[in-house]
Structures are given as structure tokens and as C-alpha cells.
């Protein structure tokens, strides 16, 4: 059964600061989530990846699968980016079809 | 992409009761899930809701507690039975799209138990 760790667990910066967070899974999987959620509890999901990087706006999602280790960036931060941030990982076998595990999240607040 | 809502978004109930939380997608889809998220917790997988069959649960849940029904390609309930405090958490559905590995998730309902 995949294990996923998140760091930090809470990341309070300044607007337009740069902002990593960092996830690191036990078993190799085929692809690796990052999802965002809003104080109301509703569940966005921002990129699913499975190798090199993505990039959606200011948010940037990288992977490496050799060292189980991905990354979500997000540059020029602002008030709005705000949230909690999870990884998630197949649970299992490490395909699509397998439901996910989840990172204990990311605190994010960006102080005007 | 795909629209999926939850019924009811949010509830409060009485402990003893049973609450039936429905999920409808508005594609045909391969997987259906349901989890949970206590406060302040991390999300918890609660079963995969298999069409046609019985759900596979996770280990911590079971059928009696949480039975789980999939009668088609876009529809799903998830019955919280005999609730406690305890139960008090959002339940969100996720779904995996024909020809897609991405999962997308529901609003959630979020359930408050007295």
C-alpha cells in the first residue's frame, strides 16, 4: 500500500513569493496527483502527472518517478492561491483505475 | 472533462439515524469511489463502488456501516448507517472518466451527526 508523505504541513509567505511544496511516495506508481482545496471543502483537482513537469498559469508540477519525489510550485503568489494542497497517490498496483492515497495536505496562506 | 453533483451538499443528523448520500455524473465513467474526510484529517478511501456488484471496501469499512450502491455507468449512493458523532465528516464521490486515468471529484457533502 502506497504511503505518501507532504511537506510542510503549514506555509505562511508574502505575495509574490515563490512557494514549493514538496510529496514523496513508497510504491512506483504510473502517475501522481495534486489537488487543491478550498476553505468550503470542495476538492479541485490541479494536475495529474507521470513524468517531467506540467505547467498550468503560475502553478508548476514536477515529478521524478526514479526518486518518487514531486513538486508543486507556484510563482508570483498571491492572496487567492490561499488553500490546502494535497498529493495522492494510486493506492495500490499504480494504475489509473486504483483509488488514491492522500498527503496529510499543505496549509497555504498568502498574507497580502 | 465531467460534472458531478452530490445530494444533499450538507446535512445534520440525529445519532441512530441513516443518511443516503446520492452521486450522479453527468459521462459514462469506469470507477466510482467514495471517500472521507474527518475534521482536520487527510482524505480516506472508503470503497470502490463496482457497477452491477458489490463494493470493495477498504480495510476500516464495511458493508453494514456503509452500504454502497452502483445500478449504472453514472450513478452512486453511499448510505451512512446508524450514525454516530464519529461520523461527522465531507463524504466526496470521484469518478475516473472512460479513457482517462484523472480522477475528478464531487462538491462533497459535508455531515454533521449530534
Known amino acids: 500500500k502506497n504511503e505518501v508523505e507532504q511537506s510542510p504541513q503549514n506555509l505562511t509567505a508574502q505575495e509574490g513569493e515563490f512557494i514549493t511544496i514538496n510529496c514523496s511516495y513508497s510504491v512506483g506508481i504510473s502517475a501522481l496527483h495534486w489537488l487543491q482545496q478550498h476553505p468550503g471543502g470542495g476538492i479541485v483537482s490541479l494536475f495529474m502527472l507521470s513524468s517531467g513537469k506540467k505547467k498550468h498559469g503560475r502553478l508548476i508540477a514536477t515529478i521524478n518517478i526514479q526518486e518518487k519525489h514531486s513538486s508543486l510550485h507556484i510563482t508570483a503568489s498571491h492572496p487567492r492561491d490561499s488553500a490546502v494542497y494535497i498529493c495522492a497517490a494510486p493506492m495500490y498496483s499504480g494504475g489509473g483505475a486504483d483509488g488514491l492515497t492522500f498527503g496529510k495536505g499543505t496549509h497555504l496562506i498568502i498574507q497580502p | 472533462s465531467a460534472v458531478i453533483s452530490q445530494k444533499p451538499s450538507r446535512d445534520i443528523c440525529q445519532r441512530g439515524t441513516s443518511l443516503t448520500i446520492q452521486c450522479q455524473v453527468d459521462?459514462?465513467?469506469?470507477?466510482m469511489f467514495w471517500y472521507r474526510q474527518q475534521p482536520g484529517q487527510s482524505l480516506t478511501l472508503i470503497a470502490t463502488a463496482n457497477q452491477g456488484s458489490e463494493a470493495t471496501y477498504e480495510s476500516g469499512f464495511v458493508i453494514d456501516k456503509f452500504p454502497i450502491s452502483r445500478p449504472n455507468l453514472t450513478f452512486s449512493t453511499l448510505t451512512v448507517s446508524n450514525m454516530s458523532p464519529e461520523d461527522s465528516s465531507i463524504y466526496l464521490c470521484?469518478?475516473?472518466?472512460?479513457?482517462?486515468?484523472?480522477?475528478?471529484f464531487g462538491p462533497g457533502t459535508r455531515l454533521t451527526v449530534l
Open positions: 459521462s459514462q465513467v469506469t470507477m
Open positions: 470521484s469518478v475516473v472518466l472512460i479513457r482517462s486515468d484523472t480522477q475528478y
